[in-house]
Nanobody, 120 residues
């Protein structure tokens, strides 16, 4: 069974920092891309940042210069360093991975989500 387990969310004051982690486990052959999405109350889910196997990254305009995505390939783990947090960053953050997994044609996997709240 393949799982994505997120950690690192919480409550932080505006201007503060948080680091999210997402570890993939199970019968994984390869991971093509890992990403973070978020869904704020009353809004649609949006892509925050993504990183592909070669290391190329992509960021939402709203987080460029403040958030950094990175990946530890041997550990099948992706991180999201979030600095200079703003109240509008408040959302549930979801980890996503596009992976080749044993015994299934499924390739798109999601974590359970972790709450990030930016408030004074």
């Amino acid at each position: 069974q393949v799982q994505l387990v997120e950690s690192g969310g919480g409550l932080v004051q505006p201007g503060g920092s948080l680091r999210l982690s997402c570890a993939a486990s199970g019968s994984i052959f390869s991971i093509y891309a890992m990403a973070w999405y978020r869904r704020a109350p009353g809004k649609q889910r949006e892509l925050v940042a993504a990183i592909i196997s070669g290391g190329d990254t992509n960021y939402a305009d709203s987080v460029k210069g403040r958030f950094t995505i990175s990946r530890d390939n041997p550990k099948n783990t992706v991180y999201l360093q979030m600095d200079s947090l703003k109240p509008e960053d408040t959302a549930v953050y979801y980890c996503n991975a596009v992976m080749i997994v044993a015994d299934t044609n499924e390739t798109d996997y999601w974590g359970q989500g972790t709450q990030v709240t930016v408030s004074s």
